[in-house]
């Protein structure tokens, strides 16, 4: 009889022994939780909504203009103060959100509960997913349609941090599709996220083809760095200069000849100075205040080269 109450003894620590290692293993990840806040947006129908997360002792945060629709359940139009909950739910996950709105705006707690398949669906369409990455999906609403839909779009490098930053620069398929459209056969994805930061679209591009240039990626987003622009292009052509190498518009550029100096060398009898003496001319600061100057020491018929050579051998 001991003998069995023994065994009972050691069968029941047992189970209490592992029901502690368990709980212990699943609560090894510490959960994603933080701080969330509300604001009147700009924008109609949206607000501005930031999440502060508090993860292995620092913080990361994520601010931008939500559509107030996206808050199930909470009326931003309500007067006075209004305690809330809501939960965003996204394929990665739910960002489950409590706390309170004061005449539209306020703040809160929030806990970030992880979809436990999203991880392995992902895997199966070609995107690892670690527990980093799976939060940022959530927040920036990377769905499993969404990577489906890029990967259908046979982009070169794609990649899951990809996948996060077109969500963050709204790269889609629209887009992909209407730079496609405008003459553009791009496949590069840090490209796509490039022409997002720079402001390159497809309108633009119609426009340059219009004009009769075809530019590749680089040099569209090297002229949207450096603001030459179809509209800015379009004044110079009132200057006489159509058509100009688009190295050398980026190259104007850089180097400050624009419409109205060109327009002050033509009043002084400068017609139709080269693109490359142009470029000459503002390197070396040869201005139209310096030649009047020129002109008023009595050199009067000076060439563009006489006068970019005058300023390399310092002649005030």
């Not at 963050?168 to 996220?193: M, T």
Request: net charge negative; proline share 4%; aromatic share 8%.
């Amino acid at each position: 009889m001991r003998l069995w109450r023994t065994l009972a003894f050691l069968v029941f620590c047992l189970c209490i022994i592992f029901g502690i290692v368990a709980k212990g293993s699943n609560g090894s990840s510490s959960p994603r939780t933080g701080d969330w806040t509300v604001s009147i947006s700009n924008e109609a129908g949206k607000v501005e909504f930031s999440l502060i997360e508090h993860h292995h002792g620092g913080n990361s945060s994520h601010e931008s203009d939500w559509p107030a629709s996206a808050f199930l359940g909470v009326d931003f139009s309500k007067p006075g103060r209004q305690e809330v909950h809501f939960v965003i739910t996204r394929d990665a996950g739910k960002i489950d959100c409590e706390g309170y709105l004061k005449d539209g705006e306020g703040a809160g707690i929030f806990h970030f509960e992880p979809n436990p398949d999203y991880a392995r669906q992902m895997q199966s369409i070609g995107f690892p997913v670690d527990d980093e990455k799976q939060y940022a999906m959530a927040v920036q609403d990377v769905s499993l349609e969404f990577a489906r839909q890029m990967k259908g779009e046979h982009l070169s490098d794609l990649d899951t941090d990809k996948l996060i930053a077109f969500r963050i620069f709204k790269v889609d398929k629209e887009f992909i599709a209407d730079l496609r459209s405008a003459g553009l056969n791009i496949s590069d994805s840090d490209k796509l996220v490039a022409f997002r930061i720079h402001g390159v679209t497809p309108q633009m591009i119609r426009a340059l083809r219009a004009a009769g240039y075809s530019p590749d990626e680089d040099t569209l987003i090297a002229m949207r760095i450096h603001g030459a622009t179809p509209e800015w292009v379009e004044e110079l052509k009132k200057r006489g200069y159509d058509h100009v190498d688009l190295e050398k518009l980026i190259a104007f550029r850089i180097h400050g000849v624009s419409p109205d100096f060109i327009g002050k060398l033509q009043g002084l009898g400068y017609q139709h100075p080269d693109p490359d003496e142009l470029i000459a001319m503002r390197i070396h600061n040869v201005t139209p205040e310096y030649i009047a100057q020129m002109r008023s020491r009595g050199m009067q018929h000076l060439t563009v080269d006489e006068l970019v050579s005058m300023r390399i051998h310092g002649i005030d």
